[in-house]
């Protein structure tokens, strides 16, 4: 069902939950995989997902259409991640390594990177750039994300984004070759 | 020697970490749907056509709700004769009861409260006092005149 179809339903209350179920099954698996590859624990993936959603029902009615609904909600799922990345640092006093040490031992015991040592490699660098690269690395690298829709969901430019994600790959491949290299 | 890492020579994994469990996108939808809904029977029947209500509207009558209650409050918090309920139950009290008590007790009544007394009501004077009015007055112009303010 098309953005557009789905909105007119939302709009009218005898169909509004069938559209928002619709909605939900539309962009659920993406916005999942956007906040999981964040903070990498698939519990804190569900409940931010949830969160997501929650948010998207309450200000769906104030959604402007002149911006896309696949991006708006993606913008939503982006603040909730870094929200919940900088709610953990000041929960528990703990600097910027120590949350990326917590995510790399998470990564490490994750089951879909066992016996792949290489991507672990990858996935540890990737946790080793500030949040903000990070999430401009997934967009573009994971989710093919177009550098204009990235703009409209960080509010950044597209020169800035473009630079951000080339200083991305530098990094992580620097990182990769690092932990590489016979001590 | 190994050769240098390459992004762009990687095999890329869409999905790099483990998936979720295999119902999860089939229970996702429900656990969303469940915490969207109000809970059932929550003043649904009262007040469930607020939602059929667009958001403008519901915001001003909840304005008008809160500002209906402050209205109301300040209303209600008004004195209603004030004095009456006090007055009506000491009239209740037979005066000489309530004389005796208050002879009786620490209660400073003093000559002048009495000769008020007895200027305001003589018959209740006259039942416990055995004077004359004009006996009462010699009484209080003997009486030393501490009290100035009068």
């Known amino acids: ?183 | 020697m190994n050769t240098p890492f390459r992004l762009d020579d990687h095999k890329r994994r869409p999905q790099p970490l483990a998936p979720p469990p295999a119902d999860y996108f089939e229970r996702l939808p429900r656990q969303v749907m469940a915490r969207v809904q109000p809970p059932a029977g929550s003043g649904s029947a009262a007040f469930g056509w607020l939602a059929f209500l667009p958001m403008p509207l519901r915001t001003a009558l909840a304005s008008v709700a809160v500002l209906g209650g402050f209205a109301a409050s300040f209303f209600l918090s008004q004195p209603t004769a004030p004095a009456s309920v006090p007055i009506a139950a000491l009239e209740a009290v037979p005066h000489t009861e309530m004389v005796q008590y208050l002879l009786a007790s620490d209660s400073r009544l003093t000559l002048t409260d009495l000769a008020e007394l007895s200027a305001a009501d003589h018959t209740l004077t006259d039942s416990f006092l055995q004077a004359s009015p004009g006996e009462l007055q010699d009484a209080l112009d003997a009486q030393p005149t501490e009290e100035n303010y009068l």
């Open chain 1, 1 to 183: 069902m098309e953005d557009q179809e789905i909105l007119a339903k939302f709009a009218d209350p005898a169909a509004r939950n069938v559209a928002f179920n619709q909605l939900v099954r539309k962009y659920q698996s993406k916005i999942y995989w956007h906040v999981r590859k964040m903070v990498i624990d698939h519990d804190d993936a569900d409940d931010l997902t949830q969160d997501v959603f929650v948010k998207v029902w309450n200000h769906l009615e104030n959604f402007r259409r002149d911006a896309s609904l696949y991006t708006w909600i993606y913008r939503i799922a982006t603040n909730e991640c870094l929200n919940f990345l900088s709610s953990k640092r000041r929960r528990f006093f703990l600097p910027l390594n120590d949350v990326g040490a917590e995510l790399a031992q998470k990564v490490e015991a994750d089951p879909g990177l066992a016996g792949d040592e290489i991507e672990l490699r990858l996935q540890k660098a990737i946790l080793r750039l500030p949040d903000k690269q990070r999430l401009v690395f997934n967009m573009k690298y994971y989710d093919e994300i177009t550098y204009e829709q990235m703009a409209d969901i960080t509010g950044t430019s597209v020169g800035a984004l473009k630079a951000s994600y080339h200083h991305a790959v530098k990094k992580i491949e620097q990182y990769v070759n690092e932990e590489s290299r016979p001590d």
